[in-house]
């Protein structure tokens, strides 16, 4: 174990942390406005089934955001347990975005705490919903200021390297780097869509199992028209990060497109193989597609990988990352699409079995959506870690023990994920929403008016 | 004042920070556990189960702040610290993954009772945790870590044979459960909890003079590990006296049950002389003979970038922490029990 490589080791351990993390990071972000959204209703209604479902889906997140924290806590500690050199050297230039983050998250765990136990405590039906707003922002500042670092590794600005030091540092140079536009929009937007398609799938799951409640069919209303409103956005914005590459990050686009010339009228390759030569087989060739969305233009001229020296090209993987990814992305569109149209559809149910388990498959696929575009975007910026100036195998750990770090830890986030999983759905299933709109009487309060 | 200074000073303060929260959250942790072993459990369990409120669940940013800002502003404490603490940083970490996981678990899950390996853990997280934690400030003196060919090295013999590392352990458990239980019966005599009270002021005069001989033991273990720091230490023995004072005015006030709210401050007065004591001597070095503060601080705009920061931080932060404890903590209805727990 211990003559194991601590370079790969560093990154798988990371790698796992983060594959954990993003999940609960993702849910973290994009809760707190389907909250809003369903508290805001049940008040401007006057339908106490919204605020119900706000109530039931904060319960739930809570469990998520406790364990988000943990792992949180871990990714914070592993930057400079694993990437000491990382951090010594590259501190200098983006230790600010980092250090500003845990005050954001700070503010968020605070209203998050405070909204959790209040929900009965304030006259004002308006002062418990206001608290959601320190808690989106928090959530939505921590996103901006961890992905503005990560940013910074892609696109690293705002520092001169002498003597192997960062010198002449401006941090806010660094922090809005050309890449965090891009970065941070795509973020937040895919971090809403998979929030409202994951609680989207439960109202599915719920339907699926024969559960008639008007409740439900609202639920599932309000999430799928949400995940469709944030699909619409992440695509859009997925769309601009491609131009962004183009222009900024040549060598990351060629090669989610195996684009290996330089070229103008540049076709998009979809799928297929790679032979030992670079010869592409079997692939779907869309022709002018690549420089149109390089440069929306069909004579945009697309730089290919041979500019790039072969130690310096990311590794071919990522061409299957970024082809799935934007299937996937396709997809969460159109189901919600087709479920909007559900009346028009052939068929006489209005909720079709078929579709419902569409919906199901939502929050499954837009996680997977946001892992295939954190493996593109990570494994597209090898072999760097500063994209030009510090390579990942300059930056890890000397230490020999990460191997069995990587296995405590596999251990541990198993025991974790498994553990939460049973307190969610035991959390659910021992007081059924039907249950308590009866204790709660809020069918008699006019839940039905519609 | 000089950035270094001041960064430590900030970086010191929440470290500072976390000891307090973070003790009464762990001895906390272990008394519930100890009540439900000897069947004092009806007698004390509610009374934290009450006070393990909302407020603790940011315990954990404390701590995460301290490391994120002591990398920022020393990144050469990422390379030595980072590189020598893999392994103890790792095992801290599942540590405090459990402890805050089955936490959350226990308290936002629909269990009702308690449920004992749950209350296993969390009791026994909450002497590993700070047992785990306090043996960086034993390394931090020299001697354990070493540049071995250009790498870092921990050297576990050293660290494990060491007398002054098993002394600051002492002392982080004794402290822990001292502060805890000192936490615990001001907030159970607000509460208007009289049995509970009789328990945790037990608990808090028998911590409390293990809590001095600890102290004494670890102070002249200093001596042997690193005699300039403790020559420094010297120098400011009015400090580590004032420290006694308080001591001595806290245990009183609790042993006359009168004034708990000023008894409290008299605890934390009390650590804060000596944590700021030893820190104070403890300069110029963060890791003795290899982490100097003003060779090793980052250049001059970030460390003011992080400054800026911090400020603008603690002014949204500041509120917030009070709004928080208006609300849980010192709101005598929430603490009796007559409003609700939670969603």
Not at chain 1, 97 to 123: Q, S
Not at chain 1, 173 to 188: D, R, Y
Not at chain 1, 332 to 359: A, D, E, H, N, Q
Not at chain 1, 386 to 398: C, F, I, L, P, Q
Request: aromatic share 14%; charged share 10%; hydrophobic share 50%.
């Amino acid at each position: 174990m211990s003559s194991l490589d601590p370079v790969l080791m560093s990154r798988m351990l990371t790698g796992l942390t983060l594959f954990v993390h993003i999940v609960l990071a993702t849910i973290g972000v994009g809760i707190p406005i389907m909250l809003a959204l369903a508290e805001w209703r049940g008040i401007r209604t006057g339908d106490n089934h919204y605020t119900l479902l706000a109530r039931r889906w904060a319960r739930g997140f809570v469990i998520t955001v406790a364990v988000g924290v943990v792992t949180g806590t871990a990714i914070g500690l592993q930057l400079s347990l694993l990437w000491p050199t990382f951090m010594r050297v590259a501190g200098k230039a983006i230790a600010l975005p980092l250090f500003m983050e845990t005050f954001a998250f700070f503010v968020e765990a605070i209203f998050l705490g405070i909204y959790l136990y209040t929900w009965d405590r304030f006259k004002n039906k308006w002062t418990h919903l206001l608290l959601l707003i320190p808690v989106a922002i928090g959530s939505s500042a921590s996103a901006f200021f961890i992905t503005s670092m990560n940013a910074f590794m892609n696109q690293p600005q705002g520092f001169e390297l002498v003597d192997g030091v960062f010198t002449n540092v401006n941090p806010f140079v660094a922090m809005f780097n050309p890449a965090t536009p891009t970065k941070v929009s795509h973020v937040l937007a895919s971090a809403y869509t998979t929030s409202a398609a994951a609680l989207a799938s439960i109202a599915a799951f719920n339907l699926l199992r024969g559960r008639k409640h008007v409740y439900f069919k609202k639920a599932l209303k309000i999430t799928v028209v949400s995940t469709f409103v944030f699909a619409v956005a992440t695509v859009m914005i997925g769309d601009f990060s491609g131009k962004f590459l183009a222009k900024y990050q040549p060598e990351k686009l060629a090669a989610a497109e195996w684009h290996f010339e330089t070229m103008t009228e540049a076709p998009l390759i979809y799928g297929g193989f790679l032979d030992e030569n670079n010869n592409i087989k079997y692939a779907l060739k869309i022709p002018y597609a690549l420089s149109i969305l390089a440069g929306n233009n069909p004579h945009q001229e697309v730089i290919g990988l041979n500019e790039f020296p072969e130690n310096e090209r990311p590794p071919m993987s990522v061409h299957y990352f970024f082809d799935l990814k934007v299937t996937s992305g396709a997809v969460i569109v159109l189901i919600p699409l087709l479920y909007m149209f559900r009346k028009k559809l052939p068929g006489k149910k209005p909720y079709p079995k078929w579709l419902l388990i569409s919906i199901l498959a939502l929050g499954p696929l837009s996680m997977s959506a946001i892992w295939l575009g954190w493996f593109l975007a990570e494994i597209g910026r090898q072999p760097w870690i500063v994209r030009g100036y510090m390579k990942v195998s300059d930056a890890a750990t000397t230490s020999t023990s990460v191997g069995w770090m990587l296995v405590l830890f596999i251990i541990l986030y198993l025991v974790l994920s498994v553990s939460a999983i049973r307190v969610l759905s035991q959390l659910f299933r021992n007081k059924s929403a039907e249950e308590e709109i009866r204790t709660l009487g809020l069918d008699i309060e006019g839940g039905d008016r519609k | 004042m000089s950035y270094s200074i001041m960064a430590i000073t900030v970086l010191w303060t929440f470290l500072f920070g976390y000891l307090l929260v973070a003790s009464i959250d762990f001895g906390a942790g272990f008394f519930s556990f100890y009540s439900v072993l000897t069947g004092h459990e009806n007698k004390i369990h509610n009374i934290i189960q009450r006070y393990l409120s909302p407020v603790w669940e940011v315990t954990n940013v404390f701590l995460i702040f301290f490391v994120v800002g002591l990398v920022g502003f020393f990144p050469d404490a990422a390379f030595y610290y980072g590189t020598a603490l893999l392994v103890p940083g790792s095992l801290a970490l599942v540590l405090l993954a459990i402890r805050g996981a089955y936490y959350a678990y226990h308290t936002y899950g629909s269990q009702t009772g308690n449920n004992k390996i749950y209350m296993g853990l969390y009791g026994a997280t909450g002497l590993l945790i700070p047992a785990a934690l306090s043996t960086i400030l034993a390394i931090s003196e020299g001697g354990i870590i070493h540049m071995d060919n250009g790498k870092v090295m921990l050297h576990w013999n050293t660290f494990f044979t060491n007398p002054y590392t098993w002394s600051v352990i002492l002392l982080a458990l004794v402290s822990v459960l001292y502060i805890s239980a000192m936490f615990l019966s001001y907030y159970a005599q607000r509460a208007g909890d009289e049995v509970a009270f009789g328990v945790v002021r037990g608990y808090a005069l028998g911590w409390s003079l293990p809590t001095i001989l600890a102290s004494l033991f670890a102070f002249f273990q200093i001596n042997h590990q690193n005699p300039v720091h403790f020559g420094q230490m010297l120098d400011i023995a009015w400090m580590f006296i004032a420290s006694f004072l308080c001591f001595v005015v806290a245990v009183y006030l609790l042993w006359k049950r009168i004034r708990l709210g000023i008894a409290f401050i008299m605890v934390m007065l009390q650590f804060a002389f000596a944590w700021y004591g030893y820190g104070r001597s403890h300069l110029p070095y963060i890791l003795y003979d290899y982490i100097h503060i003003q060779e090793s601080i980052t250049n001059d705009t970030m460390a003011i970038a992080l400054i800026t920061a911090f400020i603008l931080g603690l002014c949204v932060l500041v509120p917030s922490l009070i709004l928080l404890m208006r609300l849980f903590l010192f709101d005598a209805n929430y603490i009796r029990g007559k409003s609700a727990k939670k969603g």
